[in-house]
């Protein structure tokens, strides 16, 4: 019994996930990315993490596509939670990665990328929409070596359609000049 209690006892002092020795047990790309993101999100994105995780991505152009799918996990729940300063910060940072790593493959980090614009577009915020608008303007704007075709751009097409015939409660918002861009 007293082996029991000393067991029972490390085991509620350490974290699931957590070895005594080595630290957290998560993924290099995954505690990057969460470090790119401030306590207090008015801070903005911190420069310094954000360059490791830029030489990590360029350096290991196969992470790209889980980067981006994390990203894309923080970005929806944040988007979910009505946390928009840290929707901005994700946002930043993969701008950053599109336009750090677009001169090699980001075809696997395009449809993660493709997949947070979406979610920013269905937003009702159009402050998020707007966010949503630059970043696939920025995109847009990159040129392949071998462009793919095969993407499916009619979402985007019938929203920002949608954008311009909108007629927002607020008549200060730009949505419909950012849309017809």
């Known amino acids: ?5 000393d067991i ?3 085991e509620r002092r350490m974290p699931a996930g957590v070895c005594g020795c080595c630290g957290p047990l998560r993924p290099r790309y995954k505690r990057l990315v ?4 401030p306590e207090d999100p008015k801070d903005g994105l911190v420069k310094s993490d954000m360059e490791k995780l830029t030489f ?24 979910i939670r009505h946390r928009y300063g840290y929707v901005v910060i994700a946002m930043e940072a993969l701008d950053q990665l599109l336009m750090a790593c677009h001169s090699q493959s980001i075809k696997p980090f395009v449809e ?6 979406a979610k920013l577009l269905e937003s009702r915020e159009p ?11 920025k995109f847009a704007n990159i040129e392949e070596d071998t462009p793919s075709y095969h993407r499916r751009y009619d979402f985007f097409v019938s929203q920002f359609s949608a954008m311009c015939h909108s007629t927002h409660e607020d008549p200060d918002t730009c949505t419909r000049w950012v849309s017809r861009r």
Do not use: C, W
Not at 34 to 37: C, K
């Open 34 to 37: 969460d470090n790119i993101f």
């Open 8 to 10: 029972s006892l490390y």
């Open 56 to 79: 990590y991505a360029v350096s290991a152009p196969e992470k790209l596509d889980r980067i981006g799918a994390y990203l894309a996990e923080r970005l929806s729940r944040d988007v």
């Open 112 to 117: 993660s990328f493709l997949q947070m614009v």
């Open 1 to 5: 019994t007293f082996l029991s209690e």
């Open 127 to 137: 402050d998020l929409q707007v966010l949503g608008t630059h970043s696939f303007v």
